[in-house]
């Protein structure tokens, strides 16, 4: 069965450091892959998809991802981070058209 | 930029009410779909929904969930009888016809807020 595991479920980072979120999935086909950001009280916010092509995609707010086949993995990252990054992200792979699996999500603290 | 709504933001019911969860998907958007997170835990797909009927469920959504397309505009949810394992919050959310528009596009959902609800 299709599966996304996120192993951090929190990471703190410093305001203006990196950051890197990981994510592995299981899934038999090509896998379509999202990053979706869930600040406090808001909904799911799509920050970028993979679907085919150049493996290093780029999202909304300075946030990228890449998917490695090899590792079954779809990472994102930031450069830099902001205090308004603080959020729930969670990556998720389509299962055909029909639904998305999400990960169990990893908290993101900024501190200053 | 168009998105959906869901109504209510928040309700608060006693158990073995009935609940009904309203959504307004973007309007040219054909595929419908209800996900909810129970506080702590991960976004979990409900159901999908397309051509009036349902076309995918989850475990989850047994006899005392059900949906609705009442009048080609809103989308709703509807839960009997209301158990304390339902209290979550509910996310609709809606996509583009396969084959319309860019096909990178066709698998893109877009959320709404959500709706919290609390079973006491």
């Known amino acids: 069965a299709q599966s996304v595991t996120q192993p951090d479920i929190h990471i703190t980072v410093s305001e203006g450091a990196s950051l890197e979120l990981r994510c592995n999935y299981s899934?038999?086909?090509?896998?379509?892959l999202f990053w979706y950001v869930q600040s406090p009280g808001q909904g799911l916010q799509l920050l970028l998809k993979?679907?085919?092509?150049?493996?290093l995609v780029q999202g909304i707010k300075g946030f990228e991802a890449e998917f490695k086949r090899s590792q079954s993995s779809f990472n994102l990252r930031k450069p830099s981070v902001h205090w308004s990054d603080a959020a729930e992200y969670f990556c998720?792979?389509?299962?055909?058209?029909?639904?998305?699996?999400f990960g169990t999500g990893t908290r993101l603290l900024v501190s200053p | 930029e168009p998105e959906v709504t869901q109504t209510p933001s928040h309700q608060v019911t006693q158990m073995g009410q009935e609940v009904i969860l309203r959504c307004v998907p973007i309007?040219?958007?054909?595929?419908f779909y209800w996900y909810r997170q129970i506080l702590g835990q991960k976004v979990e797909f409900l159901v999908s929904?397309?051509?009036?009927?349902?076309?995918?469920k989850s475990e989850i959504f047994d006899d005392q969930f059900s949906v609705e397309r009442p009048d080609g505009s809103n989308f709703t949810l509807k839960i009997r009888s209301t158990k304390l394992e339902d209290s979550a919050m509910y996310f609709c959310?809606?996509?583009?016809?396969?084959?319309?528009?860019?096909?990178?596009?066709?698998?893109?959902?877009?959320f709404g807020a959500g709706s919290r609800l609390t079973v006491l």
């Open positions: 959310a809606s996509r583009v016809r396969q084959g319309q528009g860019l096909v990178t596009g066709a698998n893109v959902l877009t």
């Open positions: 899934y038999g086909a090509t896998p379509y």
């Open positions: 993979y679907f085919s092509g150049d493996t």
């Open positions: 998720a792979v389509a299962t055909g058209f029909q639904k998305l699996v």
């Open positions: 309007s040219n958007h054909l595929y």
């Open positions: 929904f397309y051509n009036n009927e349902i076309s995918e």
